[in-house]
T-cell receptor, first 113, second 115 residues
């Protein structure tokens, strides 16, 4: 119940294409869902986040789609660029406890030039 | 406004030695979280602290690991008698508040290698 399942493990996209990364959870106490971007040797950086009272949030080329009934959420990167090549992590914040983050296992994205 | 700072960035220890990792949160942040990332894996929660208090240590091994966040100075994650399995990247994150709005900002991490 404390897991966040993330897929795919790796993804290769052509420049200008759409990258889609999916996450699923079981625990209904999760109520905040951030996405982090991590470059090699660096710490995770917050990209975009959503709460379950909205179904979609868009910031620039990044969009989160949220399906509360299915307990799924996804990150869409439009017009993917080589500079987007990084590892992406979804996470969830458990309001039934101390709001620590539960992270997915990560998706390594490579955008081909 | 400086971000979350961690030092050292890289730490090499021999088995049995002690590792001491430091985290200075962002200015104005009083909540600190420590996470561990094994190679090719996601981040796993270890411990959550507020100034002078451990709030949640459910992810931290019961033996050899300890954490503190004193009134003055950085948060410290201490690993005694390190073993090869402790080799990982250790990240701390800070937040200005706890609870539902605890947006967490991560530091660059300390990469611990145990020989």
């Amino acid at each position: 119940q404390q897991q966040v399942k993330q897929s795919p493990q790796s993804l290769i996209v052509q420049k200008g294409g759409i990258s889609i990364i999916n996450c699923a959870y079981e625990n209904t106490a999760f109520d905040y869902f951030p996405w982090y971007q991590q470059f090699p040797g660096k710490g995770p950086a917050l990209l975009i986040a959503i709460r379950p009272d909205v179904s979609e949030k868009k910031e620039g080329r990044f969009t989160i789609s949220f399906n509360k009934s299915a307990k799924q959420f996804s990150l869409h990167i439009m017009d993917s660029q080589p500079g987007d090549s990084a590892t992406y992590f979804c996470a969830a914040n458990d309001r039934s406890g101390t709001y620590k983050y539960i992270f997915g296992t990560g998706t390594r994205l490579k955008v081909l030039a | 406004n400086a971000g979350v700072m961690q030092n050292p960035r890289h730490l090499v220890r021999r088995r049995g030695q002690e590792a001491r990792l430091r985290c200075s949160p962002m200015k104005g942040h009083s909540h600190v979280y420590w996470y561990r990332q094994l190679p090719e894996e996601g981040l796993k929660f270890m411990v959550y602290l507020q100034k002078e208090n451990i709030i949640d240590e459910s992810g931290m091994p019961k033996e050899r690991f300890s954490a503190e966040f004193p009134k003055e100075g950085p948060s410290i994650l201490r690993i005694q008698q390190v073993v090869r399995g402790d080799s990982a990247a250790y990240f701390c994150a800070s937040s200005p508040v706890g609870g539902a709005n605890n947006e967490q900002f991560f530091g660059p991490g300390t990469r611990l290698t145990v020989l």
